[in-house]
């Protein structure tokens, strides 16, 4: 039988490179490939060995999910570690910093052989079903950054067009937007007949959405008693958002619904028991079940809770001990749909509503309350997806 392995894996665009360490014989060889089928062909021809080798790669992105996919369909068990670990075993052998990719290689080896807890406890095994679902959360919360960046230029652009119009009516209804592509400004309004404005505002009510009665004389009469400007250029630029925005609205609208699905069918369970928390809608669930995975990769709460950065961080030296504020060293697209999601389920459950009222009347203030909340609903999310029992908002005074 052959000694056993320990395969750290340094990849990047085009290549990977491969420090494979045999501690019984002490020996490390250094192999670079390139990142190819024939690359792989000959780095597959080289580790195959009874046992199987034990490998690990730095999670870095795409890059490495190429070489993960490729690893397990060959039947390989590759392990993710985190690149912080990695640096920190990495800095015990020299105070001067050195990287390149055999040495990120070789420490990765060096790592899985020296390391004092089992493997299981040091990685988390990929599974590129997951990994896609997250690509799309994430993809969905750069939508989502986006389409409230143009809202933000809209509302600018409308302070100088026409500032009274957000008063009377959300600008940013398909009945705003609509009729704001038409008239981008209140002396445009002025300028245009009332029969065209009708045919205009008919056009936006016939739109899917709630309908807004605005009439064409008190649409004109807020225009005349405007203190908006006019002026072409910002004109022009009102209306080129307000198509980028519909295009961002209309891309979030069928991504979301495809996503939802997605998540769904890959985790139809933990997908009942996320909707049965009041005010945990079917996006939030969709993009925990993105983030978190199976549960199991979780052995207990505070794993999962410091995997989110909601875990404080402990400062000690001498008599003092300190417990500052939460670490965030974690996931921060979980945190922050945590974060959202807290603000609903204290309005909207027993539990939760009173749990942020005993940390406010005990002084403190809005934001780090309900970051507890949302801290105390992942350890609730982990107990509930653990047991496989759907929430129940049984409330008492020590919860």
């Not at 395969?7 to 490939?33: R, W």
């Not at 056009?203 to 002026?231: C, M, P, Q, W, Y």
């Amino acid at each position: 039988m052959s000694a056993q392995k320990f395969i750290g894996i340094d990849v990047s665009k085009d290549s990977f490179t491969a420090a494979i360490f045999l501690p019984e014989e002490n020996s490390l060889s250094i192999h670079s490939f390139p990142l190819n089928h024939q690359g792989l062909h000959n780095f597959y021809n080289l580790i195959n060995s009874n046992p199987s080798p034990i490998i690990a790669l730095e999670s870095s992105g795409p890059y490495s999910s190429l070489l993960l996919g490729n690893l397990q369909n060959q039947g390989f068990e590759p392990n993710l570690l985190n690149p912080l670990r990695i640096k920190k075993f990495a800095s015990s052998f020299s105070l001067r910093p050195t990287k390149t990719d055999s040495v990120d290689a070789k420490h990765i080896a060096l790592f899985l052989a020296s390391s004092c807890q089992p493997i299981s406890s040091i990685q988390s095994q990929p599974d590129p079903q997951r990994q896609g679902l997250a690509l799309l959360a994430r993809h969905l919360e750069s939508l989502s950054q986006q389409i409230a960046a143009i809202k933000c230029q809209i509302r600018q652009l409308l302070h100088f067009l026409f500032p009274e119009l957000p008063d009377k009516i959300n600008p940013f209804s398909k009945f705003a937007l609509h009729l704001l592509l038409h008239y981008p400004s209140a002396q445009a309004v002025r300028k245009a007949s009332p029969q065209a404005i009708l045919e205009t505002l008919k056009k936006a009510t016939s739109k899917k959405g709630r309908r807004v009665h605005l009439s064409v004389a008190r649409f004109k009469r807020l225009a005349e008693n405007s203190i908006g400007l006019s002026d072409p250029a910002r004109e022009l630029l009102l209306r080129s958002l307000i198509r980028h925005l519909f295009s961002l609205q209309e891309e979030f609208r069928i991504l979301s619904r495809h996503f939802i699905w997605q998540a769904k069918e890959y985790a139809p369970s933990a997908w009942k028991i996320l909707l049965s928390i009041p005010g945990l809608g079917e996006l939030s669930a969709a993009i925990i079940i993105a983030e978190i995975g199976d549960i199991s990769r979780f052995p207990n709460a505070k794993k999962l809770v410091a995997y989110v950065g909601f875990d404080p961080s402990v400062y000690e030296s001498g008599k003092t001990h300190r417990r500052s504020r939460i670490s965030k060293r974690g996931n921060p697209h979980l945190r922050r749909i945590l974060f959202i999601v807290a603000q609903q389920v204290v309005r909207r459950t027993q539990t939760f509503r009173s749990y942020y009222q005993r940390l406010r009347s005990r002084g403190k203030a809005y934001r780090q309350a309900m970051v507890a909340v949302a801290a105390k609903l992942l350890r609730v999310i982990y107990a509930l997806l653990t047991r496989g029992t759907p929430f129940q908002d049984n409330y008492s005074p020590n919860s």
